[in-house]
């Protein structure tokens, strides 16, 4: 009698990724699922992993494995040691009598190690005898989610800092992106370094120093008190409240009948060029009126004056004889 055999077909597993997803710096919790277990039972199943696609046995970096089953079933487990700032491929895998299966890969970014943040100072512009604009960018975080604080830092040293330094505190920053600061409070006609920076969990980062110079002021002077005054002569006071960040050569009184006198027309240069300073007018005629203004000369040649003030001389004296215990002639101013 004839016989007829079926030999039912040979097949291998039939296994599913279903999930991929970091968990820390340096795991991913893996989900997989077995299909079908093929034509027979499955001896071992689990996850493999790689910093290249497509990772089997042969050629992984890492697994997970379990033991047998004879049914279909979802599994999971964690990858740990992973490197930060690689990119890992992950698949599931079962294997039965007739070899080992691969479901598709999927891969993840491991974050690379946090750091410093990277950060550029850009031009300095509109700069004026006390202020000035300063631009900067965070080209990168520092493989975190935000710095905490940036701006810039600026002091007349070569390499200024957050911690001893005048600085902008321009808040929190979760791109990287440009900004501007205003720096004020600078002394005119100074030479100034300014510096961007960026802070995060990591530290403060800087950017290059970048060199500018502040814009003279004028400089601001105060005519003072006139005294000692006679027919021929009187005594005036001045003061510098401010050099505007000029070299001063030469400060001094000068006067005429006019108002706002200016060196033009006489002049009595003090000895020394210091804060205050009194001179002694000399020449003048008797009941008089005179303008006074005291000024300053710079380096340049640049003349700055202070305020007007005016004043009389007095007249003549007249001399007359008084005979007292001495015999002795006084004067009568």
């Known amino acids: 009698v ?4 079926q030999n039912p077909a040979r097949s291998k597993p039939i296994v599913n990724l279903t999930g991929a997803e970091r968990t820390a710096a340096t795991e991913a919790l893996l989900k997989g699922g077995i299909i079908s277990v093929g034509s027979a039972e499955v001896s071992q ?3 493999v992993w790689a910093p290249a696609e497509n990772p089997t046995f ?3 970096e890492g697994h997970h494995y379990y033991g047998n089953t004879a049914k279909p079933l979802d599994f999971q487990a964690t990858a740990t040691q992973l490197t930060p700032g690689k990119r890992y491929y992950f ?3 079962a294997t039965n009598a007739e070899g080992t299966s691969y479901s598709e890969q999927r891969f993840i970014d491991m974050p690379a190690p946090a750091s410093l943040a990277t950060v550029v100072t850009g031009e300095v512009s509109e700069i004026r005898s006390n202020s000035a604009k300063a631009q900067g960018r965070v080209t990168h975080l520092g493989n975190v989610e935000q710095v905490t604080q940036h701006g810039h830092v600026w002091a007349t040293v070569p390499e200024p800092d957050i911690r001893n330094h005048a600085c902008t505190k321009l808040g929190v920053r979760t791109s990287n992106a440009p900004y501007e600061s205003l720096l004020t ?3 005119p ?3 100034y370094y300014v510096r961007a920076y960026a802070t995060n969990s990591v530290g403060t980062a800087y950017g290059e120093a970048v060199q500018f110079q502040t814009e003279l002021a004028d400089i601001v002077m105060q005519t003072g008190s006139v005294n000692n005054i006679t027919h021929k002569a009187a005594t005036c006071t001045g003061s510098i409240t401010s050099t505007g960040g000029h070299h001063i050569v030469e400060i001094g009184i000068c006067w005429g009948k006019a108002a706002n006198p200016t060196i033009s027309s006489h002049k009595q240069p003090a000895p020394n060029v210091e804060a205050t300073f009194s001179v002694n007018l000399t020449g003048l005629a008797e009941q008089t009126t005179y303008h006074v203004r005291a000024y300053a000369i710079n380096d340049r040649g640049i003349v700055f004056y202070g305020s007007d003030r ?3 001389t007095t007249a003549k004296g007249v001399k007359f004889d008084i005979n007292d215990y001495d015999d002795e002639d006084y004067w009568q101013p």
């Open 2 to 5: 004839p016989v007829t055999m």
């Open 310 to 312: 005016a004043f009389s």
């Open 58 to 60: 042969e050629n992984h």
């Open 185 to 187: 409070g600078l002394a």
């Open 91 to 93: 698949r599931a895998f």
């Open 189 to 191: 006609g100074t030479i």
């Open 45 to 47: 199943y689990g996850f």
